[in-house]
Protein backbone atom coordinates (compact mmCIF):
# COMPACT_ATOMS: atom_id res chain seq x y z
CA UNK A 1 0.00 0.00 0.00
CA UNK A 2 3.01 2.31 0.65
CA UNK A 3 4.31 1.68 -2.64
CA UNK A 4 0.99 2.78 -4.17
CA UNK A 5 0.70 5.63 -2.84
CA UNK A 6 4.21 6.58 -3.49
CA UNK A 7 3.66 5.96 -6.79
CA UNK A 8 0.32 7.58 -6.85
CA UNK A 9 2.02 11.04 -5.46
CA UNK A 10 4.80 10.72 -7.32
CA UNK A 11 2.51 10.70 -10.73
CA UNK A 12 0.52 13.66 -9.64
CA UNK A 13 3.53 15.94 -9.08
CA UNK A 14 5.88 17.75 -11.76
CA UNK A 15 9.27 19.20 -11.56
CA UNK A 16 11.09 21.54 -13.93
CA UNK A 17 14.36 23.47 -14.61
CA UNK A 18 13.68 27.21 -15.70
CA UNK A 19 16.02 30.06 -16.72
CA UNK A 20 15.98 33.95 -16.21
CA UNK A 21 18.01 36.88 -16.68
CA UNK A 22 18.51 39.24 -13.80
CA UNK A 23 20.84 41.99 -14.85
CA UNK A 24 22.54 39.96 -18.12
CA UNK A 25 23.16 37.41 -15.74
CA UNK A 26 21.68 33.94 -16.65
CA UNK A 27 20.27 32.00 -13.54
CA UNK A 28 18.46 28.94 -12.86
CA UNK A 29 16.03 27.22 -10.33
CA UNK A 30 13.93 23.83 -10.21
CA UNK A 31 10.86 24.04 -9.12
CA UNK A 32 8.36 21.24 -8.10
CA UNK A 33 4.57 21.76 -7.90
CA UNK A 34 1.63 19.31 -7.73
CA UNK A 35 -0.37 18.66 -10.88
CA UNK A 36 -3.44 21.19 -10.63
CA UNK A 37 -0.85 23.96 -9.73
CA UNK A 38 -2.70 26.35 -12.45
CA UNK A 39 -6.56 25.23 -11.50
CA UNK A 40 -8.51 28.14 -11.99
CA UNK A 41 -9.85 27.03 -8.94
CA UNK A 42 -6.91 28.17 -6.39
CA UNK A 43 -3.77 29.16 -6.21
CA UNK A 44 -1.24 27.77 -4.16
CA UNK A 45 1.60 28.50 -1.68
CA UNK A 46 5.53 28.74 -2.77
CA UNK A 47 8.42 27.71 -0.54
CA UNK A 48 11.89 29.19 -1.70
CA UNK A 49 14.66 26.32 -0.41
CA UNK A 50 17.64 27.09 -0.85
CA UNK A 51 21.13 25.04 -0.85
CA UNK A 52 24.33 25.87 1.47
CA UNK A 53 27.78 26.35 0.41
CA UNK A 54 29.36 24.20 -2.12
CA UNK A 55 25.53 22.65 -2.52
CA UNK A 56 23.13 23.22 -5.13
CA UNK A 57 19.66 22.85 -6.26
CA UNK A 58 19.59 19.06 -6.93
CA UNK A 59 21.19 17.68 -3.89
CA UNK A 60 18.58 20.30 -1.84
CA UNK A 61 15.62 18.61 -3.33
CA UNK A 62 17.38 15.07 -1.86
CA UNK A 63 18.69 16.18 1.44
CA UNK A 64 15.69 17.93 2.55
CA UNK A 65 13.14 15.64 0.99
CA UNK A 66 10.25 18.49 1.37
CA UNK A 67 8.75 17.82 -1.49
CA UNK A 68 7.07 14.89 0.07
CA UNK A 69 5.50 17.23 2.59
CA UNK A 70 4.78 20.06 0.51
CA UNK A 71 2.95 18.55 -2.28
CA UNK A 72 0.27 16.42 -0.23
CA UNK A 73 -0.68 19.76 1.22
CA UNK A 74 -0.51 21.55 -2.45
CA UNK A 75 2.38 23.22 -2.04
CA UNK A 76 5.01 24.24 -4.47
CA UNK A 77 8.38 24.19 -3.63
CA UNK A 78 11.63 25.93 -5.64
CA UNK A 79 14.95 25.20 -5.39
CA UNK A 80 16.99 28.31 -6.57
CA UNK A 81 20.80 27.55 -7.97
CA UNK A 82 23.35 30.17 -6.58
CA UNK A 83 26.00 31.09 -8.93
CA UNK A 84 29.44 29.57 -7.46
CA UNK A 85 27.19 27.12 -5.53
CA UNK A 86 27.15 29.93 -3.25
CA UNK A 87 25.02 33.28 -1.73
CA UNK A 88 26.01 36.70 -1.73
CA UNK A 89 25.49 37.49 2.47
CA UNK A 90 28.35 40.02 2.97
CA UNK A 91 30.65 37.06 4.23
CA UNK A 92 34.64 37.03 4.06
CA UNK A 93 34.58 33.00 3.46
CA UNK A 94 31.32 33.94 0.56
CA UNK A 95 32.96 34.13 -3.38
CA UNK A 96 29.32 35.23 -4.91
CA UNK A 97 29.10 38.60 -5.76
CA UNK A 98 26.16 38.57 -7.25
CA UNK A 99 22.93 40.54 -6.52
CA UNK A 100 20.79 37.15 -5.19
CA UNK A 101 18.27 39.62 -3.72
CA UNK A 102 17.59 40.86 -7.44
CA UNK A 103 17.49 37.00 -8.15
CA UNK A 104 15.01 36.18 -5.84
CA UNK A 105 12.53 38.60 -6.71
CA UNK A 106 12.86 38.19 -10.44
CA UNK A 107 12.23 34.62 -10.24
CA UNK A 108 9.06 35.37 -7.80
CA UNK A 109 7.90 37.34 -10.61
CA UNK A 110 8.50 34.62 -13.09
CA UNK A 111 7.47 32.05 -11.09
CA UNK A 112 3.53 33.88 -10.59
CA UNK A 113 3.53 34.20 -14.49
CA UNK A 114 4.25 30.94 -15.34
CA UNK A 115 2.04 29.27 -12.64
CA UNK A 116 -1.03 29.67 -10.72
CA UNK A 117 1.31 31.03 -7.15
CA UNK A 118 -0.29 32.79 -4.16
CA UNK A 119 1.40 35.76 -4.18
CA UNK A 120 0.43 36.73 -0.48
CA UNK A 121 1.83 33.13 0.50
CA UNK A 122 5.72 32.88 -0.87
CA UNK A 123 7.91 31.78 1.90
CA UNK A 124 11.73 31.37 2.30
CA UNK A 125 14.19 28.88 3.88
CA UNK A 126 17.53 27.93 3.78
CA UNK A 127 20.53 25.41 4.78
CA UNK A 128 23.54 27.38 6.52
CA UNK A 129 24.53 29.58 3.46
CA UNK A 130 21.15 29.35 2.56
CA UNK A 131 19.80 30.51 6.24
CA UNK A 132 22.26 33.20 6.14
CA UNK A 133 20.48 34.48 2.50
CA UNK A 134 17.07 33.89 4.12
CA UNK A 135 17.87 36.22 7.20
CA UNK A 136 19.16 38.55 4.13
CA UNK A 137 16.17 38.13 2.42
CA UNK A 138 13.98 38.93 5.63
CA UNK A 139 15.96 42.14 5.49
CA UNK A 140 15.73 42.79 1.87
CA UNK A 141 12.62 41.35 0.10
CA UNK A 142 10.08 40.97 3.06
CA UNK A 143 7.78 43.02 0.38
CA UNK A 144 7.03 39.49 -1.08
CA UNK A 145 7.87 37.10 1.53
CA UNK A 146 5.60 36.51 4.64
CA UNK A 147 7.78 34.24 6.51
CA UNK A 148 11.23 32.59 7.21
CA UNK A 149 13.28 29.80 8.20
CA UNK A 150 16.95 29.48 8.38
CA UNK A 151 18.53 26.30 9.43
CA UNK A 152 22.38 26.18 10.80
CA UNK A 153 22.50 29.50 9.03
CA UNK A 154 23.37 32.82 11.08
CA UNK A 155 22.19 35.99 10.23
CA UNK A 156 24.68 38.44 8.85
CA UNK A 157 24.00 42.07 10.37
CA UNK A 158 26.24 44.29 7.77
CA UNK A 159 27.27 48.41 7.51
CA UNK A 160 25.13 48.16 3.95
CA UNK A 161 21.60 47.97 6.05
CA UNK A 162 20.65 47.77 9.88
CA UNK A 163 17.31 45.89 8.81
CA UNK A 164 15.20 47.74 10.63
CA UNK A 165 13.20 49.28 7.60
CA UNK A 166 10.80 46.49 6.37
CA UNK A 167 7.69 48.48 7.93
CA UNK A 168 6.23 45.13 8.85
CA UNK A 169 6.68 42.43 11.33
CA UNK A 170 9.09 39.44 10.44
CA UNK A 171 8.16 35.93 11.59
CA UNK A 172 11.18 33.53 12.03
CA UNK A 173 12.25 30.37 12.60
CA UNK A 174 15.17 28.98 13.60
CA UNK A 175 16.82 25.48 13.63
CA UNK A 176 20.09 24.68 14.94
CA UNK A 177 22.30 22.59 16.64
CA UNK A 178 24.70 23.10 19.52
CA UNK A 179 27.24 21.19 18.44
CA UNK A 180 27.67 22.48 15.24
CA UNK A 181 31.01 22.55 14.33
CA UNK A 182 30.28 25.35 10.91
CA UNK A 183 28.06 27.66 12.30
CA UNK A 184 28.62 28.59 15.48
CA UNK A 185 25.68 28.19 17.72
CA UNK A 186 27.26 30.20 20.64
CA UNK A 187 28.99 33.29 20.18
CA UNK A 188 31.63 34.82 18.78
CA UNK A 189 30.46 33.78 15.33
CA UNK A 190 33.74 33.11 13.24
CA UNK A 191 32.57 35.49 10.38
CA UNK A 192 30.97 38.31 12.56
CA UNK A 193 27.52 37.13 12.39
CA UNK A 194 25.12 37.17 15.10
CA UNK A 195 24.38 33.95 16.25
CA UNK A 196 21.56 32.39 17.61
CA UNK A 197 21.23 33.30 20.62
CA UNK A 198 21.99 37.72 19.13
CA UNK A 199 19.29 36.80 16.83
CA UNK A 200 16.77 36.04 19.04
CA UNK A 201 18.01 39.78 20.34
CA UNK A 202 18.20 41.39 17.52
CA UNK A 203 14.44 40.15 16.38
CA UNK A 204 12.29 39.64 19.45
CA UNK A 205 13.37 43.47 20.21
CA UNK A 206 12.38 44.39 16.10
CA UNK A 207 9.23 42.53 16.62
CA UNK A 208 8.37 43.72 19.97
CA UNK A 209 7.76 40.14 21.23
CA UNK A 210 7.54 39.99 24.99
CA UNK A 211 6.70 36.01 25.76
CA UNK A 212 9.02 33.73 25.83
CA UNK A 213 7.84 29.68 25.85
CA UNK A 214 10.12 26.85 26.54
CA UNK A 215 8.83 23.49 25.33
CA UNK A 216 10.58 19.80 25.77
CA UNK A 217 9.99 17.82 22.62
CA UNK A 218 12.59 15.30 23.91
CA UNK A 219 15.83 14.98 25.50
CA UNK A 220 17.81 16.79 23.34
CA UNK A 221 15.34 18.86 21.72
CA UNK A 222 13.62 22.82 22.92
CA UNK A 223 11.26 25.06 21.42
CA UNK A 224 11.70 28.57 22.27
CA UNK A 225 8.93 30.83 20.84
CA UNK A 226 9.03 34.28 21.53
CA UNK A 227 5.70 36.27 20.65
CA UNK A 228 3.10 38.99 21.72
CA UNK A 229 -0.52 39.43 22.47
CA UNK A 230 -1.46 41.86 20.00
CA UNK A 231 -0.23 39.61 16.81
CA UNK A 232 0.54 36.20 15.34
CA UNK A 233 3.86 37.05 14.75
CA UNK A 234 6.40 34.47 16.61
CA UNK A 235 10.42 33.93 16.80
CA UNK A 236 10.90 30.03 16.95
CA UNK A 237 14.07 28.71 17.80
CA UNK A 238 14.11 24.82 17.68
CA UNK A 239 18.07 24.53 19.94
CA UNK A 240 18.91 20.39 19.32
CA UNK A 241 21.65 19.85 22.02
CA UNK A 242 24.32 17.92 20.61
CA UNK A 243 22.90 18.73 16.93
CA UNK A 244 25.72 19.30 14.71
CA UNK A 245 25.17 20.65 10.77
CA UNK A 246 22.63 18.96 9.33
CA UNK A 247 18.84 19.26 8.48
CA UNK A 248 17.09 17.63 10.92
CA UNK A 249 14.96 14.32 10.25
CA UNK A 250 12.79 12.18 12.54
CA UNK A 251 15.74 10.84 14.31
CA UNK A 252 15.33 13.82 16.22
CA UNK A 253 11.98 13.69 17.30
CA UNK A 254 10.96 16.06 14.97
CA UNK A 255 11.18 17.61 10.73
CA UNK A 256 12.47 19.91 10.21
CA UNK A 257 10.96 20.12 6.54
CA UNK A 258 7.64 19.36 8.47
CA UNK A 259 7.93 22.23 11.28
CA UNK A 260 8.77 24.95 8.60
CA UNK A 261 5.63 24.09 6.28
CA UNK A 262 3.94 24.39 9.46
CA UNK A 263 5.25 27.45 10.82
CA UNK A 264 4.48 29.09 7.45
CA UNK A 265 1.37 28.35 7.08
CA UNK A 266 0.48 30.17 9.65
CA UNK A 267 1.44 33.62 7.77
CA UNK A 268 -0.07 35.77 4.70
CA UNK A 269 1.78 38.56 3.63
CA UNK A 270 -1.34 40.48 3.95
CA UNK A 271 -0.98 39.94 7.37
CA UNK A 272 1.78 42.41 7.64
CA UNK A 273 1.35 44.42 4.52
CA UNK A 274 -1.32 46.28 4.16
CA UNK A 275 -2.28 48.47 1.06
CA UNK A 276 -4.84 50.73 2.95
CA UNK A 277 -3.82 54.41 3.13
CA UNK A 278 -1.97 55.70 5.77
CA UNK A 279 -3.90 57.02 8.40
CA UNK A 280 -7.29 55.40 6.58
CA UNK A 281 -8.47 54.16 9.88
CA UNK A 282 -12.33 53.60 8.57
CA UNK A 283 -11.05 52.11 5.15
CA UNK A 284 -13.07 55.18 2.82
CA UNK A 285 -9.87 55.44 0.54
CA UNK A 286 -9.55 59.16 2.49
CA UNK A 287 -8.02 60.95 5.62
CA UNK A 288 -10.19 63.01 7.32
CA UNK A 289 -11.81 64.16 10.59
CA UNK A 290 -13.57 60.74 10.40
CA UNK A 291 -9.95 58.81 11.04
CA UNK A 292 -9.24 61.51 13.86
CA UNK A 293 -12.98 61.39 15.51
CA UNK A 294 -12.47 57.18 15.26
CA UNK A 295 -8.81 57.00 16.55
CA UNK A 296 -10.00 59.51 19.84
CA UNK A 297 -12.79 56.92 20.46
CA UNK A 298 -10.61 53.94 20.38
CA UNK A 299 -8.59 56.10 23.08
CA UNK A 300 -11.48 56.69 25.20
CA UNK A 301 -12.50 53.07 25.19
CA UNK A 302 -9.24 51.69 25.85
CA UNK A 303 -9.29 49.57 22.31
CA UNK A 304 -6.72 48.80 20.00
CA UNK A 305 -6.65 48.86 16.10
CA UNK A 306 -3.12 48.13 14.02
CA UNK A 307 -4.24 50.70 11.66
CA UNK A 308 -4.83 53.65 14.35
CA UNK A 309 -1.39 52.41 15.69
CA UNK A 310 0.70 55.37 13.60
CA UNK A 311 3.73 54.69 15.31
CA UNK A 312 3.42 50.92 16.05
CA UNK A 313 4.17 51.06 19.82
CA UNK A 314 1.78 49.05 20.30
CA UNK A 315 -0.89 51.11 21.96
CA UNK A 316 -3.69 54.00 20.51
CA UNK A 317 -2.68 57.47 22.48
CA UNK A 318 -2.51 61.34 21.52
CA UNK A 319 1.05 60.75 19.53
CA UNK A 320 -1.15 58.74 17.36
CA UNK A 321 -3.92 61.64 16.59
CA UNK A 322 -0.82 64.12 16.42
CA UNK A 323 0.83 61.98 13.90
CA UNK A 324 -2.65 61.38 11.63
CA UNK A 325 -3.31 65.30 11.94
CA UNK A 326 0.09 65.87 10.29
CA UNK A 327 -0.78 62.94 7.55
CA UNK A 328 -4.11 64.83 6.57
CA UNK A 329 -2.19 68.51 6.67
CA UNK A 330 0.74 67.14 4.74
Not at 75 to 87: H, K
Amino acid sequence: MIRLLAILFFSFSFSQWSYIDVDGVLRSYYISYPSDINSDDNSIPLIINMHGFGGNAASQVSYTQMNQYAHPQNIAVVYPQGLNNSWNVYTYWDNNWYDDVAFMSAMIDQIAIDFNIDLDRIYACGMSNGGYMTYRLACDLSDKIAAFGSVTGNFMLTSIGDCTSQDREVPIIHFHGTSDQVVNYYPPSFDGALTIGESIDFWTSYNNLTSENVESISNNVEVYTYSKESSETKFVHYKVTSGGHVWFGNSWGFNTSEELINFFMQYQLSDFINNQLEGDINGDDSINIQDIILTINLIFNNQYDALADLNLDETIDVLDVVQLVDIILN
